[in-house]
């Protein structure tokens, strides 16, 4: 049975625009952070996530012919699928097949009764020779990531498409390699979100932890319950007909779909509906400042259960998959020990704390999921009282809690280093391995300096520093990890940018040996793999530069070019610039700016490299450096009378002064007291980066304008001091 590649799906133009982007991305990027300016990085040097092994082949082999699959074992329509997807992906990325002979591609395939579950196979084996390729596969899923695998094997040339010649065993590190998406806080289409899935497949995620109910608003339609949708979805909300297609369409590309229903917190759109079920009367919602996230629903009212088993029974039937994600998370305990009837009842019942009377509650939830057919999972705070064992957790607020939870049997998540709301660039969640204990948390030394009014609320948020590693028992009970994004400051056009590609160095640690850590290799592949994915659907750039044309119309070039070198701040510094303005940050230029910056970090490493010796650097640095000082006048044009530009013109400042001083180190320009004012100029800039290193500090330290960080200070400097040193 054959399939052959065609070049169907994208229009003509898109797709060779495309191809010659992946293309550039191939060799101007690879060059200029790898080996040598001009180099173009081997395919199989540009895989990500890393396969378990690969062994190189000399040389390439044409594929101008295009692709063709012939299956040694019967396809079923799920692999049929994931062929024609493929077929589509290669056209985008290569180009069309031309007139030659194909190249032929045996596919076997095992079956795999546990295909979107915790126990699937996912093992595959791919070799690359030059007359053809064999993908043999444990199941389904290794299919779907083999071809993905094949995908970034492939290259663009002059010459035609051609493919690397390798020889690849792979399987993943952990089972559990999730993304949450937050659809409660802004709300997300069902084309974005399956303009995500297929992202996740590309670089073999197999979980969607989808967010869809919280204070902000309760997202799925509920025939149970109809003032879900006609009151507390403010109007925005999935059908049960949509919830359907996005499962499906998930299980085609080897993605489980994880719901989260948040209980008994968070439960502010909920209770709007239902307000009966409340333990304190609503707030007014336009209260300026008001915590969404406050209310909490009644424990002892014999209707919460009655809802909570009746809501989760009418959700689980929309979701196949084992796991039902019930939230438990920040439930503030005055919502009930001030509640005079709560009060006496947690009294009579010898329920000393609100904290008991959650355990209570979460075993009676627990009880409730699993007689549905599904095991529960929470976030860690349903892990500090008894709780049934087979009750995953999920540690969110240091890593210590990951430690706890295995200790007391849990099975585990891991999410604690993977929030990236946080607005971390790719290499500081890529540090974070799931197994370490002590890789996220508050310290000590950032506890003196910013000593909290409430000691006691940075309790768990705090680092153990004398957390034991896991054993090998507790090793085996983390189940994977997965990233985090909540979108309280993340609209829908701001999304692709938002996840991605910081998203591909998290299905990396999820996926590849422990001891693949290198962040240099790191940064100089993700350019590549997000050039794929934007070739394939994803749209970051697209949005991007429809919001700078909305900000700056007719100028949005200048505003590019600022936001091509600066960051937003870090540590929920922008969620607390954003208390006092809303929604404004939104469509600001921080909403366009990237965590990791790919032209400021290219600049930070070329001038590392000059600054040891790589005087041929000298010409592409110094035409950087003019474009950035040049384009201070320019924006400051383009800015007046549009405030959210106005307020960033003394970034634009600084980026010009830093840039005139970079150009006159390359044009050895004498004296001293330019350097003085330079350094000084830099040294304010880094304590803007200060500012916002830990959660502490960003919620207490003043922040810059329009929460923008100058991303190539690291360059900068090693051009200033003559020393090298590693980005920020």
């Given amino acids: 049975m054959t399939h052959t590649a065609s070049p169907r799906g994208l229009s003509s133009s898109r797709r060779f625009f495309r191809a010659a982007w992946l293309l550039l991305a191939g060799s101007v990027l690879a060059g200029e952070l790898g080996g040598g300016l001009g180099s173009v990085a081997r395919a199989e040097e540009t895989l990500l996530p890393v396969p378990q092994t690969v062994s190189v ?20 329509p799920l692999l ?9 992906r290669l056209t985008a990325i290569a180009g069309p097949a031309g007139h030659g002979a194909p190249y032929v591609l045996h596919v076997s395939v095992g079956l795999d009764r546990a295909y979107l579950s915790v126990d699937e196979k996912e093992r595959y084996a791919l070799t690359t020779s030059a007359t053809g390729a064999r993908l043999e596969a444990d199941g389904p899923a290794g299919v779907i990531h083999g071809l993905a695998t094949l995908l970034q094997l492939v290259r663009a040339t002059p010459q035609g498409a051609v493919v690397e010649r390798v020889h690849i065993d792979d399987a993943p590190r952990f089972a559990w390699r999730g993304l949450l998406m937050d659809v409660s806080r802004h709300f997300d289409t069902v084309e974005t979100v399956e303009r995500q899935l297929d992202a996740m497949e590309l670089v073999k995620l197999n979980v969607l932890h989808w967010h869809l109910s919280d204070g902000a ?20 909300y999935y059908k049960q007909a949509q919830i359907r297609e996005v499962v499906a369409y998930a299980a085609d590309r080897g993605i489980r779909v994880v719901p989260e229903i948040d209980v008994p917190g968070h439960a502010l759109a909920i209770l709007q509906a239902y307000p009966e079920l409340a333990a304190q009367p609503l707030p007014d919602v336009t209260t300026k400042g008001l915590n969404l996230n406050n209310a909490a629903l009644d424990p002892t009212n014999p209707q919460t259960l009655r809802f909570v088993r009746v809501l989760y029974g009418e959700m689980g039937g929309l979701f196949p998959d084992r796991y039902v994600h019930t939230g438990g998370d920040e439930v503030v305990s005055s919502q009930w020990t001030k509640n005079p009837a709560i009060a006496a009842y947690m009294k009579a019942h010898g329920f000393e704390t609100a904290a008991a009377l959650q355990a209570a509650f979460t075993g009676e939830v627990a009880k409730i999921v699993s007689a549905q057919g599904h095991v529960m999972m929470g976030w860690d705070e349903v892990s500090e009282a008894p709780i049934p064992k087979n009750v995953v957790v999920e540690p969110w607020r240091a890593s210590k809690w990951t430690g706890t939870a295995t200790q007391a049997g849990h099975p585990v998540v891991v999410s604690a280093g993977y929030y990236l709301d946080l607005l971390r660039p790719s290499a500081a969640h890529y540090a974070v391995d799931p197994f370490d204990t002590k890789a996220e948390g ?12 409430h000691p006691e609320f940075s309790v768990p948020f705090a680092m153990d520093e004398h957390a034991p590693p896991l054993d090998e028992g507790q090793k085996a009970l983390v189940m994977g990890a997965e990233g985090t994004l909540w979108a309280e400051m993340v609209s829908e056009p701001m999304l692709d940018g938002r996840l991605w590609p910081r998203m591909t160095a998290l299905a990396e640690r999820f996926w590849s040996a422990q001891d693949v850590r290198d962040v240099s290799d790191l940064e100089r592949r993700l350019p590549l793999v997000m050039a794929e994915l934007e070739a394939t659907g994803l749209q970051a750039t697209q949005h991007r530069e429809a919001m700078r044309e909305a900000m700056a119309p007719g100028h949005s070039e200048a505003l590019k070019i600022l936001t091509e070198v600066t960051v937003p701040v870090r540590n929920y510094a922008l969620n607390h610039l954003a208390a006092s303005s809303g929604d404004a940050m939104l469509s600001a230029p921080v909403a366009v700016t990237d965590p990791d910056a790919f032209v400021a970090l290219r600049f930070n490493v070329m001038a590392a490299r000059y600054v040891r010796g790589e005087r041929a650097l000298a010409a592409p640095l110094r035409q950087m450096l003019q474009r950035w000082s040049d384009n201070d ?8 009378g549009v405030p959210v530009l106005e307020a960033v013109v003394p970034v634009s400042h600084a980026v010009g002064l830093l840039s005139r001083a970079g150009l006159g180190v390359l044009d050895g320009r004498d004296g001293s007291a330019w350097r ?4 000084r100029l830099l040294q304010e800039q880094q304590a803007a980066f200060e500012n916002s290193a830990s959660m502490l500090a960003s919620a207490h330290s003043p922040q810059p304008p329009g929460g923008l960080l100058i991303a190539i200070l690291p360059g900068l400097r090693a051009l200033l001091t003559g020393v090298a040193e590693r980005a920020e």
């Fill in 57 to 76: 082949s000399n040389g390439v082999a044409s594929i101008g012919g295009g692709v063709q699959i012939v299956w040694d074992t019967r396809p079923s």
């Fill in 633 to 640: 006048a320019a924006f400051v044009t383009g800015a007046k």
């Fill in 442 to 453: 508050i310290t000590a030394d950032q506890l003196a300096k910013y000593p909290p009014k």
């Fill in 676 to 679: 003085m004012d330079a350094n």
């Fill in 80 to 88: 049929q699928r994931a062929v024609a997807r493929f077929t589509t």
């Fill in 217 to 236: 608003a309760f997202r799925v339609e509920s025939r149970m319950f109809p003032k879900l949708q006609t009151v507390a979805s403010h109007g925005q």
